[in-house]
């Protein structure tokens, strides 16, 4: 069943109140924290997504870690 296709673009790491965190961390976990809030609202789910770009500003092996290991938690949570 094909469902209705939504686009999100540009989500960032900042809280509702549009405060950016300082660290990466925080910034990192309140993008998949917003994007699973999309997905809520829309009554979908990460196993919906067909495609995922992920730009990451000032990249370092630190910052990878972290993206790697959000990632890992969203595969394992949907696909056990």
Not at 45 to 71: S, Y
Request: charged letters at 15%; hydrophobic letters at 45%.
């Amino acid at each position: 069943m094909l469902k209705n296709i939504i686009h999100i673009v540009g989500q960032g790491g900042e809280y509702c109140s549009g405060m950016m965190p300082a660290d990466s961390d925080t910034q990192c976990h309140l993008v998949f924290q917003n994007i699973q809030t999309i997905l809520n609202a829309m009554q979908i789910d990460w196993v919906d997504i067909a495609t995922m770009v992920i730009l990451v500003v000032e990249h370092n092996r630190h910052k990878h870690k972290q993206m790697i290991k959000f990632m890992r938690y969203i595969v394992l949570k949907h696909h056990h």
